[in-house]
């Protein structure tokens, strides 16, 4: 039996015991399979025990890895303690925000005002499935977004407060047919082809939230296509295209478009502030206090009874942990 045990080794069990498949652990952590498959079988020689069934069709725990699992992550959870008290409040602390000008850069802007002794470093990883996988492989601790998009293996390692429900918008060209009306009717939409980040993995929880919305309203979503980065490509892409983009009514301008809120019923895009289970950090402190200002002052929770919600969002925004 060994004396010490690489991290790298237990998050490589933890994330396969998650996903219970390498290719999908692989991805998740940001390596090949092949150094994957390496690092578990390493880790099973240095304990001396099988964790993982593999066949061609699937991969179950053994009864050692279902023991052993739990012990694995409060080792992890006790590093990433260790290391955020070693390093206090001077560790800059990365936030992910879905854009310059929305509820989450509102939240950031707060929070620093709360703590200006934090260093709270904004990124812009686009979607908060992308960006969980970054906060798991503590490339990043904090992002904002749909919790229940996310897969229940995934939830389970992170925590999330609900921050607003935000009203969804449908992003036009300026000479469409429905860009002269100040408010769009969902079922007017029936006919278009909306875009909604289908084909971008890191926009999963959005493109499945259009999804529910469309179904029977007769709105096609869009296929999969390059993502627009920039104004100006954003625009061309939209002159060329022509679709509609499905979005919040605090998406930022864009050249050559207008933003219309879509009513009869109003969509709501649940936003949650997300972060790894077990994150100490006085920035997380900040930002959790300014979510509940900006709410409590804004009425960002409270909900409109007959706006459209999945019930799964619904459940989970309810539920603050």
């Known amino acids: 039996m060994p004396q010490d045990l690489d991290p790298r080794l237990l998050r490589a069990f933890t994330a396969v015991a998650d996903e219970l498949h390498f290719t999908r652990a ?11 498959s390496r690092d578990i079988r390493k880790l099973e020689r ?28 409060r080792v992890l959870q006790a590093q990433d303690e260790l290391l955020v008290a070693a390093a206090g409040a001077s560790r800059p602390l990365l936030v992910d925000l879905n854009g310059e ?17 934090c260093e709270l470093m904004a990124r812009f990883e686009s979607g908060l499935t992308g960006a969980a996988a970054e906060i798991l492989a503590g490339r990043l601790d904090v992002s904002f977004g749909r919790f229940a998009g996310l897969e229940p293996g995934i939830r ?8 607003r429900y935000e009203p969804m918008a449908v992003l ?32 999963l929880e959005w493109t499945d939230l259009a999804r529910r919305l469309f179904a029977g309203r007769g709105i096609a979503i869009a296929p999969p296509a ?8 954003f625009r061309r892409v939209m002159a060329k295209t022509r679709n509609p983009v499905l979005a919040v009514v605090d ?14 019923p109003v969509p709501l ?22 979510a509940a200002q900006l709410a409590s002052r804004e009425g960002w929770l409270e909900r409109d009874p007959s706006g459209w919600l999945p019930e799964c969002d619904m459940s989970l925004m309810c539920d603050n942990n």
């Open 26 to 36: 692989a991805a998740r952590l940001y390596v090949a399979q092949q150094a994957l």
């Open 46 to 73: 240095e304990l001396g025990v099988e964790l993982f069934v593999r066949t061609t069709r699937r991969v179950t725990l053994t009864a050692d890895g279902e023991r052993l699992l739990p012990y694995a992550r």
């Open 101 to 117: 000008g929305m509820a989450s850069g509102r939240v950031l802007a707060r929070a620093r005002e709360l703590a200006p002794e």
């Open 156 to 163: 389970a390692l992170l925590s999330h407060q609900p921050v």
């Open 172 to 203: 036009l060209p300026h000479d469409h047919p429905l860009a002269t009306s100040p408010r769009i009717p969902l079922n007017a939409l029936a006919g278009e082809t909306v875009y909604a980040g289908a084909g971008n993995p890191r926009t």
């Open 226 to 233: 390059p993502v627009a980065v920039g104004a100006e490509e």
């Open 251 to 264: 998406f930022p301008a864009m050249p050559d478009t207008v933003l219309r809120p879509i009513v009869d």
């Open 269 to 290: 895009s649940p936003l949650s502030l997300v972060w790894r289970r077990g994150l100490r950090h006085p920035g997380v402190d900040a930002l959790r206090a300014a």
